[in-house]
C-alpha cells in the first residue's frame, strides 16, 4: 500500500451521527448526505455506516453516483440533489434514485418515460426560497405538486429547499434565514391544502439543524456535521462533541543534508538560512494536498511539527526536519488528524483560506483509504 493513505474512522462518524439526533425529535429522519464520494471519505463504506447508525436516506449529487450504491446493494432510499439531464430518465427509473424536480418540462418527461418503463418514479419537488440556485419559485409550487399528484406513473415523495446562511450569526442573516422558512412553510401548506399527500417536508442542512429546530419538519440532511466539522467558525457555541472522520498520513521516504543558501523546489521560493535536513513526503497537490498550503502548512512527525517548504509539488513536498536530525526515514507523518494535538481539516482549509469541505473532499481518489469501525 501507498505510503500516503487516508485513514477513515467509522466510529467516529457514528459518534456524529449520535451527537446530531441530540437535536432532533424522535420522529426526524435522517438523510446522509454522501455526494463527493461521501466527502471524499468513501461513499459506500460510508453508506453502510450511516445506515447502521439509523439513517433513513442517503443523498448524492449526481446520478452516477446513485447507481454505483444501488449496484453495491444499497437499498435505502437515495435521492439525487443536483438537476439530471433528460439522458439519465433510465437510470433514475431503473435504480429508483429519487431527484428532485422544479418544473413542468422535466416532470412531464420524467413521467412520460416512466409510463414506457411501466414503473413509479419518486420525486421531490423543490422550492427556491433565496438561496436562487435550483428549485422553482414557491408561487409555483403548488401548480407543480399537483402536476406530479396527476401524473400517473409519478409520486410525491418529499419538498424541499436549502439554505443559505442557516450557519450564520448575524443579525441580516438570520432574518434571511427565518423568511426562507417561512417562504418555505407556507408554500408547504398551501400545497396540502389542496389535499396533496406529502410524506416528507425536509430542508435542514448543518446550520439548520444546530440552529433552526423550527426547520427540522420530517427529515434533515446534515452534510459537514457527520463527518466531523461544525458549518461555520461561530457555529463553536454549540455544545455538540463532533470528532473529524478522516486522517491524512504519509511518511518520509528521502532524507538529504543541504547547506545554508540552497534552494528547495519548484521557483527556489525557499532557500535554507542553515545547514539543515530536509525530508522528502510522497504527497502533492495531485494527491488533494493544495498549492496554497505553500509554505504555511506544518506537519506532525513523532509527536512534534516541522514546516513543509518550498512550493508543494504535483506528487511531493518538503519538510525542514531541522540542523539537528531527530525523525528516521519512514517515520509517520500527519498531514491532518482526528486528536486535539493534530492538525485537522479546519487548521488546512484556514491556511489555504478555504473551508473544511473542500479539504477533504477533494483527497484524490489514488490516495487509499483505510476503515477503521
Not at 457555529?235 to 545554508?260: D, E, G, Y
Not at 486528536?339 to 469541505?357: D, G, V
Request: net charge neutral; aromatic share 6%; charged share 20%.
Amino acid at each position: 500500500m501507498r505510503a500516503t493513505k487516508a485513514i477513515i474512522h467509522l466510529d467516529n462518524l457514528k459518534h456524529n451521527i449520535e451527537e446530531i439526533k441530540r437535536f432532533l425529535k424522535p420522529q426526524v429522519k435522517l438523510c446522509i448526505p454522501v455526494k463527493a464520494d461521501a466527502y471524499g471519505h468513501g461513499a459506500l463504506q460510508v453508506a453502510i455506516a450511516a445506515i447502521k447508525a439509523g439513517a433513513h436516506a442517503l443523498a448524492v449529487a449526481s446520478i452516477q453516483e446513485g447507481v454505483e450504491l444501488r449496484n453495491a446493494g444499497i437499498v435505502c432510499p437515495i435521492m439525487s440533489l443536483s438537476l439530471p439531464t433528460l439522458a439519465e430518465l433510465d437510470e433514475i427509473l431503473l435504480n429508483n434514485i429519487e431527484p428532485l424536480v422544479m418544473d413542468s418540462e422535466f416532470i412531464s418527461a420524467l413521467n412520460e418515460r416512466a409510463y414506457r418503463l411501466n414503473t413509479i418514479g419518486r420525486v421531490h419537488l423543490k422550492i427556491d426560497t433565496g438561496m436562487n440556485r435550483i428549485g422553482c419559485a414557491p408561487e409555483q409550487a403548488t401548480d407543480l405538486a399537483l402536476q406530479i399528484a396527476d401524473s400517473q406513473y409519478l409520486e410525491l415523495a418529499g419538498i424541499a429547499t436549502h439554505f443559505a446562511v442557516a450557519d450564520s450569526y448575524t443579525q441580516e442573516d438570520i432574518r434571511f434565514t427565518h423568511e426562507q422558512i417561512r417562504s418555505f412553510t407556507n408554500a408547504v401548506h398551501t400545497i396540502t391544502a389542496h389535499s396533496i399527500r406529502c410524506p416528507c417536508v425536509h430542508a435542514a442542512n448543518s446550520g439548520a439543524i444546530l440552529n433552526y429546530p423550527e426547520a427540522h419538519f420530517d427529515m434533515v440532511r446534515p452534510g459537514i456535521l457527520v463527518y466531523g466539522y461544525l458549518p461555520s467558525a461561530q457555529s463553536k457555541k454549540q455544545k455538540i462533541q463532533l470528532r473529524p472522520t478522516m486522517s491524512l498520513v504519509t511518511q518520509v521516504v528521502l532524507i538529504k543534508n543541504i547547506k545554508k543558501g540552497n534552494s528547495v523546489s519548484y521557483g527556489c521560493r525557499w532557500t535554507a538560512s542553515e545547514n539543515t535536513y530536509i525530508g522528502t513526503l510522497p504527497i502533492g497537490y495531485a494527491d488533494g494536498l493544495s498549492r496554497l498550503l505553500t509554505g504555511k502548512l506544518k506537519v506532525k512527525i513523532g509527536g512534534e511539527f516541522y514546516p513543509i517548504v518550498g512550493t508543494i509539488c504535483m506528487d511531493q513536498c518538503m519538510v525542514d526536519l531541522g540542523p539537528t536530525l531527530r525523525i528516521h526515514r519512514w517515520d509517520e507523518v500527519e498531514i491532518f488528524g482526528c486528536s486535539e494535538k493534530s492538525n485537522t481539516a479546519e487548521t488546512l482549509a484556514e491556511q489555504a483560506q478555504t473551508i473544511p469541505y473542500e479539504i477533504i473532499s477533494n483527497i484524490n481518489k489514488r490516495v487509499p483509504r483505510v476503515y477503521f469501525e
